[in-house]
């Protein structure tokens, strides 16, 4: 296929729409074949009509394209601005003033014919991008006749009342009168729901056999129990509701590995229905493989947790070849986070107990990472009277508590791997830096815990990533090792499974510390060109005191200092956490990020440090917040009447000033 088939294939499928998700692969090979500028030329009016309506990525190259042509319909700028500047994203509608800013210093008679895009940047939603736009404003106001003047006059009341004085002094008019009352507090955070009661399973074979599958965790987890419970009370019914999954058992067994829950539980009704007729897996098919008997995939082969899921569908069918099922699950939740009720699982096991079976090891340990961190007395006593090995285990886990593994998060380059901090070295285009998880325990004696909560060799992680959904409710008591967990399929590479943010709402609603592996996953998502998901997850963290404030700031200062993400594009989502009440938690972050990313001796602040600022001080003043940031002392000491430093003048003086503070 020619080059130019495979941009005009890119091109086309821009055109015809859809989310960034359906478009990440096009946008990643339009780049790659990087369109010379006659190929751009070519193609100028398709990315102009991508401007005002495409997903954000898309947008982006467009408009980064269009800015290297210099022979452009001034008509079909003029509109292109127009819808560009009208777009939610800040990043996008930043850029775009970026491009507005040139045009008019080229063409400074086009400044009236621009002015109704401007008009639409200075109504943004960020202070951060209103601010940029007014500096436009200010700068080419002398270029302006009467109705571009007038123009501008009319969004003075859409303006902040410091933008609108700026903006008023230099086209006239009269700014918002109201100003911002000094006790101006958000709305109050609203309490997150409290979690659901897990689906209970279904009261007979024919309502178990005819629920319809799903690709979800529930399934994954009441497939299996419904099949063990009906299995032990009325297994000839179950042999007959399942005879035709049966048949398509067959079709897996010359499959060395089954990566998939739905063809575990093939093998099973297939096992129920004919014994035996399962003949083990022929043999690798690999040159240096050495087939496992019991059929599941290798510790390098998949992601921990998904090697884990499969493990316990593996032993239920092993105990079903074996005739040693036992009468029920352990591990099955009773919430809609994974968690599992202690009393209910002191239930399961003197069931267990009753029928003199033994639980089968991985659900055993599965139901005891399910555990909630606080346990009602009433239940520990009635746990110690528990006579079995698991029972007494059982007793130990409910007594002590969680196990609490050791997580964090190291920056490290990819060339030597060295550590990487801000205090070390600069940053070097010829350097690209990695995230490396780190998880670790103490070993516990419970070999499938350790395995999962031990330390992950890093070849072994980012290829994989199986059933990311299901993850969370594997460790709803242990957040930040399913974050950790997470962290490879940080969206960095196309061929790799992406963990998104319904991924993180549900570890966001799970039990244990959160720390940096947790904090990196939001500042992930709250330095996209969209910051909605990640405002929203934070806010929901706010909202149950789980924040990792401090972790969050650190994390988001090296996020975008090391990487493509953008700063504004964060700022703009802490904007919007704070004026929908997590202004206490946002000044947190602000606090802790301010360190790592103010600019040392001689240099110049990075994108949007300046901005970061402006915010600091606006919800250090709503949060009442006091107490020196020594970093912040020298810029605010400078003589210098630059933007920046004013904005570190302001916010130094409101924290260190005797009447602030709550």
Same mark, same amino acid.
């Not at 030597?416 to 004696?445: K, Q």
């Not at 990533?465 to 590479?493: F, K, M, T």
């Given at each position: 296929?020619?080059?130019?088939?495979?941009?005009?294939?890119?091109?086309?499928?821009?055109?015809?729409?859809?989310?960034?998700?359906?478009?990440?692969?096009?946008?990643?090979?339009?780049?790659?074949?990087?369109?010379?500028?006659?190929?751009?030329?070519?193609?100028?009016?398709?990315?102009?009509?991508?401007?005002?309506?495409?997903?954000?990525?898309?947008?982006?190259?467009?408009?980064?394209?269009?800015?290297? +042509?210099?022979?452009? @319909?001034?008509? &079909?700028?003029?509109?292109?601005?127009?819808?560009? +500047?009208?777009?939610?994203?800040?990043?996008?509608?930043?850029?775009? +003033?970026?491009?507005?800013?040139?045009?008019?210093?080229?063409?400074?008679?086009? !400044?009236?014919?621009?002015?109704?895009?401007?008009?639409?940047?200075? %109504?943004?939603?960020?202070?951060?991008?209103?601010?940029?736009?007014?500096?436009?404003?200010?700068?080419?106001?002398?270029?302006?006749?009467?109705?571009?003047?007038?123009?501008?006059?009319?969004?003075?009341?859409?303006?902040?009342?410091?933008?609108?004085?700026?903006?008023?002094?230099?086209?006239?008019?009269?700014?918002?009168?109201?100003?911002?009352?000094?006790?101006?507090?958000?709305?109050?955070?609203?309490?997150?729901?409290?979690?659901?009661?897990?689906? %209970?399973?279904?009261?007979?074979?024919?309502?178990?056999?005819?629920?319809?599958?799903?690709?979800?965790?529930?399934?994954?987890?009441?497939?299996?129990?419904?099949?063990?419970?009906?299995?032990?009370?009325?297994?000839?019914?179950?042999?007959?509701?399942?005879?035709?999954?049966?048949?398509? !058992?067959?079709?897996?067994?010359?499959?060395?590995?089954?990566?998939?829950?739905?063809?575990?539980?093939?093998?099973?009704?297939?096992?129920?229905?004919?014994?035996?007729?399962?003949?083990?897996?022929?043999?690798?098919?690999?040159?240096?493989?050495?087939?496992?008997? &019991?059929?599941?995939?290798?510790?390098?082969?998949?992601?921990?947790?998904?090697?884990?899921?499969?493990?316990?569908?593996?032993?239920?069918?092993?105990?079903?070849?074996?005739?040693?099922?036992?009468?029920?699950?352990?591990?099955?939740?009773?919430?809609?986070?994974?968690?599992? @009720?202690?009393?209910?699982?002191?239930?399961?096991?003197?069931?267990?107990?009753?029928?003199?079976?033994?639980?089968?090891?991985?659900?055993?340990?599965?139901?005891?990472?399910?555990?909630?961190?606080?346990?009602?007395?009433?239940?520990?006593?009635?746990?110690?009277?528990?006579?079995?090995?698991a029972g007494r285990r059982a007793a130990r886990r409910l007594e002590d508590g969680p196990v609490a593994p050791e997580t964090g998060v190291?920056?490290?380059?990819?060339?030597?791997?060295?550590?990487?901090?801000?205090?070390?070295?600069?940053?070097?285009?010829?350097?690209?830096?990695?995230?490396?998880?780190?998880?670790?325990?103490?070993?516990?004696?419970?070999?499938?815990?350790?395995?999962?909560?031990?330390?992950?060799?890093?070849?072994?992680?980012?290829?994989?990533?199986?059933?990311?959904?299901?993850?969370?409710?594997?460790?709803?008591?242990?957040?930040?090792?399913?974050?950790?967990?997470?962290?490879?399929?940080?969206?960095?590479?196309w061929s790799r499974p992406e963990v998104r943010p319904a991924h993180v709402e549900m570890l966001a609603a799970g039990e244990g510390?959160?720390?940096?592996?947790?904090?990196?996953?939001?500042?992930?998502?709250?330095?996209?060109?969209?910051?909605?998901?990640?405002?929203?997850?934070? +806010?929901?963290?706010?909202?149950?005191?789980?924040?990792?404030? &401090?972790?969050?700031?650190?994390?988001?200062?090296?996020?975008?200092?090391?990487?493509?993400?953008?700063?504004?594009?964060?700022?703009?989502?802490?904007?919007?956490?704070?004026?929908?009440?997590?202004?206490?938690?946002?000044?947190?972050?602000?606090?802790?990020?301010?360190?790592?990313?103010?600019?040392?001796? %001689?240099?110049?602040?990075?994108?949007?440090?300046?901005?970061?600022?402006?915010?600091?001080?606006?919800?250090?003043?709503? !949060?009442? !917040?006091?107490?020196?940031?020594?970093?912040?002392?020298?810029?605010?000491?400078?003589?210098?009447?630059?933007?920046?430093?004013?904005?570190?003048?302001?916010?130094?003086?409101?924290?260190?000033?005797?009447?602030?503070?709550?």
């Open positions: 296929m020619s080059r130019q088939m495979l941009l005009d294939g890119c091109v086309s499928r821009f055109l015809r729409g859809g989310d960034a998700q359906d478009l990440r692969f096009f946008a990643r090979l339009h780049e790659l074949l990087e369109p010379a500028y006659a190929e751009v030329e070519a193609r100028a009016r398709d990315y102009l009509r991508l401007l005002p309506t495409a997903p954000g990525p898309v947008a982006e190259l467009s408009l980064a394209h269009l800015r290297r +042509l210099d022979r452009l @319909d001034p008509a &079909d700028v003029t509109e292109a601005l127009e819808g560009l +500047l009208f777009r939610a994203e800040a990043g996008l509608v930043r850029a775009g +003033l970026a491009w507005l800013d040139q045009v008019v210093r080229q063409a400074p008679e086009r !400044a009236d014919e621009l002015v109704p895009a401007l008009a639409s940047a200075l %109504g943004h939603q960020a202070y951060a991008v209103q601010e940029r736009a007014v500096r436009v404003a200010v700068k080419h106001a002398r270029h302006l006749g009467p109705l571009g003047a007038e123009t501008l006059r009319e969004a003075l009341a859409a303006l902040p009342p410091d933008l609108g004085g700026r903006l008023a002094a230099a086209v006239g008019g009269e700014a918002a009168p109201q100003e911002e009352p000094e006790d101006f507090t958000p709305p109050e955070l609203a309490a997150p729901e409290p979690p659901g009661p897990f689906p %209970g399973l279904p009261a007979s074979v024919a309502g178990f056999a005819g629920e319809r599958w799903a690709y979800t965790w529930q399934s994954g987890e009441r497939w299996p129990a419904g099949f063990v419970r009906f299995a032990a009370t009325d297994r000839e019914a179950l042999r007959v509701a399942l005879s035709g999954m049966a048949r398509r !058992a067959a079709g897996l067994y010359g499959r060395e590995e089954w990566y998939a829950p739905q063809d575990w539980f093939t093998a099973m009704a297939g096992e129920l229905v004919d014994p035996g007729a399962d003949p083990g897996p022929a043999g690798p098919r690999r040159p240096g493989h050495q087939a496992r008997p &019991d059929r599941l995939p290798g510790e390098r082969d998949i992601s921990r947790p998904h090697r884990f899921l499969l493990r316990r569908y593996a032993e239920v069918l092993a105990a079903l070849k074996a005739d040693a099922l036992p009468p029920l699950l352990l591990a099955t939740p009773t919430a809609a986070t994974g968690h599992l @009720d202690p009393a209910e699982f002191v239930s399961r096991l003197e069931a267990v107990e009753a029928a003199g079976a033994e639980p089968l090891p991985a659900d055993f340990q599965q139901a005891l990472l399910r555990l909630p961190g606080t346990v009602p007395p009433e239940v520990v006593a009635r746990a110690g009277r528990l006579t079995s090995e190291s920056w490290r380059y990819t060339e030597n791997m060295d550590d990487y901090s801000f205090e070390e070295r600069e940053p070097c285009a010829a350097f690209h830096t990695r995230i490396i998880p780190r998880l670790r325990v103490e070993p516990t004696g419970l070999t499938h815990i350790d395995e999962l909560l031990g330390g992950v060799p890093a070849g072994t992680w980012g290829e994989h990533g199986g059933h990311l959904d299901w993850w969370p409710a594997v460790l709803p008591s242990h957040r930040d090792a399913i974050a950790a967990h997470y962290l490879p399929h940080l969206p960095h590479h510390p959160a720390g940096e592996p947790t904090a990196l996953l939001l500042a992930s998502f709250l330095a996209r060109r969209d910051p909605s998901e990640g405002v929203r997850l934070l +806010l929901r963290m706010a909202a149950a005191g789980d924040l990792p404030a &401090d972790a969050l700031g650190r994390q988001l200062a090296l996020l975008t200092a090391r990487t493509d993400a953008k700063l504004p594009h964060a700022t703009a989502g802490l904007e919007a956490a704070a004026r929908q009440g997590a202004y206490r938690e946002v000044w947190a972050v602000i606090r802790a990020a301010l360190p790592h990313l103010l600019p040392r001796a %001689g240099q110049r602040p990075g994108a949007g440090v300046n901005d970061l600022v402006i915010l600091g001080a606006t919800v250090a003043r709503w !949060a009442g !917040a006091r107490g020196e940031i020594p970093e912040l002392v020298p810029f605010a000491d400078r003589r210098s009447s630059s933007a920046f430093t004013r904005g570190c003048r302001r916010l130094h003086g409101l924290l260190t000033s005797p009447e602030t503070g709550a």
